[in-house]
T-cell receptor
């Protein structure tokens, strides 16, 4: 398994501002994932972040709104840009196991946009 | 597009009762996972099943993967208040992304 930490754990932001969420893993991993979980909902994949290449975004998510960095094999950031109240969600990062059959999640970042 | 359905969506039971939640799809998965998510936390992995027909037990929790690897069930015996949470199933196929079900929200009352 992997131990994953996220910063900040929660934040309240004003409309139009941006927030960068950090994800740190205790071991080197090839793929990191960013998910959004809206209130009372399941998880929706935003993008897959590979080290040394651009992130791959899912349908409905674009790089201008959710820029991602992956500077090394243990760290990634997700920025939520030009926020609106509709961006209020839990944002989760995760990593896949070596056999790619399981994911391990961070504790999440709870974002409220006013 | 691969989809996972879960039932029931909500479940409220008394402590000590048994329950089963289901995860179904029309797609075949190479493996399927069950997670529990408590308020304010990220999802925590409970089990991964990879073989059709496989049954795994984790204390009072019994997980089964369907023979055709399209569905799974989670059975909890003698539920406790600590079992309260959102139960998510997720499937993965070779070369594909993980797909998450909508979740079953379980409330175990004392």
């Amino acid at each position: 398994s992997a131990v994953i930490s996220q910063k900040p754990s929660r934040d309240i932001c004003q409309r139009g501002t941006s927030l960068t969420i950090q994800c740190q893993v205790d071991s080197q991993v090839t793929m990191m994932f960013w998910y959004r979980q809206q209130p009372g909902q399941s998880l929706t994949l935003i993008a897959t972040a590979n080290q040394g290449s651009e992130a791959t975004y899912e349908s409905g998510f674009v790089i201008d709104k959710f820029p991602i960095s992956r500077p090394n094999l243990t760290f990634s950031t997700l920025t939520v840009s030009n926020m609106s109240p509709e961006d209020s969600s839990i944002y989760l990062c995760s990593v896949a196991s070596g056999d790619q059959e399981t994911q391990y999640f961070g504790p999440g970042t709870r974002l409220l946009v006013l | 597009t691969q989809l996972l359905e879960q039932s029931p969506q909500f479940l409220s039971i008394q402590e000590g009762e048994n329950l089963t939640v289901y995860c179904n799809s029309s797609s075949v998965f190479s493996s399927l996972q069950w997670y529990r998510q408590e308020p304010g936390e990220g999802p925590v992995l409970l089990v991964t099943v990879v073989t059709g027909g496989e049954v795994k037990k984790l204390k009072r929790l019994t997980f089964q993967f369907g023979d055709a690897r399209k569905d799974s069930s989670l059975h909890i015996t003698a539920a406790q208040t600590g079992d309260t949470g959102l139960y998510l199933c997720a499937g993965v196929s070779y070369g594909q992304n993980f797909v998450f079900g909508p979740g079953t929200r379980l409330s175990v009352l004392p």
